[in-house]
């Protein structure tokens, strides 16, 4: 609620006046203002209170010391209480345990397979198709660079593109490689 005479209150809480006839006659028919003149006049009144104490010629020496004194009595927040250390505690042991029992992905490893006898070579470190997974025989034209992606080791500065057949798994990742003719 907005008061004509809110202003005129504020103005003599904060100089310490006695308020005016008129004034007094408003704040006694007006409870919201009869409200703010309270609060108005509490406030000024801590505001005059630590004026003067900060008018009051201090040497710097002394107000440090109080200074010091406030903060010394201060309180402060617990930094780590003994549930927070147990909780961090329980929560390593848990992490620690659930790592060492979980199930890891095996190592990648060479594929090993009957396929040699057919002249396949095993693509190295390529996962090992699953228990009956079909596999595809795909005859491409490579370039020596996608055989040293695939990890087989070949003359890279040769230019020419090497024929071979790549045998690939369901999810379409070479398993091995079978070079034609005499190229390889």
């Known amino acids: 609620m907005s ?8 103005e003599c809480a904060r100089t310490g006046q006695i308020p005016t006839a008129e ?6 028919e007006c409870l919201h203002c009869e409200r703010r003149w309270a609060q ?3 406030l000024s009144s801590r505001l005059r209170s630590i004026r ?3 008018a009051v010629g201090r ?3 002394e107000g440090r010391r109080l200074i010091l004194q406030r903060f010394a009595a201060s309180p402060r927040p617990q930094s780590f209480g003994p549930k927070l250390w147990l909780a961090i505690a329980a929560s390593l042991l848990i992490g620690f345990v659930s790592f060492t029992t979980w199930p ?3 190592t990648l490893s060479p594929v090993e397979s009957d396929w040699s006898a057919e002249g396949f070579v095993a693509v190295p470190f390529a996962l090992p198709l699953a228990s009956g997974e079909f596999v ?3 005859h491409a034209d490579l370039q020596p660079s996608d055989f040293a992606r695939m990890g087989i080791e070949v003359d890279t500065a040769s230019p020419s ?4 057949d790549v045998m690939s798994g369901e999810d379409d990742l070479p398993r091995a490689v079978r070079v034609s003719g005499e190229q390889f």
Do not use: D, T
């Open 3 to 10: 008061c004509f005479w809110v202003p005129r209150i504020i």
């Open 23 to 28: 004034i007094r006659q408003h704040l006694a």
């Open 40 to 42: 108005e006049e509490l």
């Open 52 to 54: 003067q104490a900060s």
């Open 59 to 61: 040497s710097s020496v």
């Open 104 to 106: 890891h992905r095996q």
């Open 136 to 138: 595809k025989v795909v």
């Open 161 to 164: 593109p090497i024929s071979a």
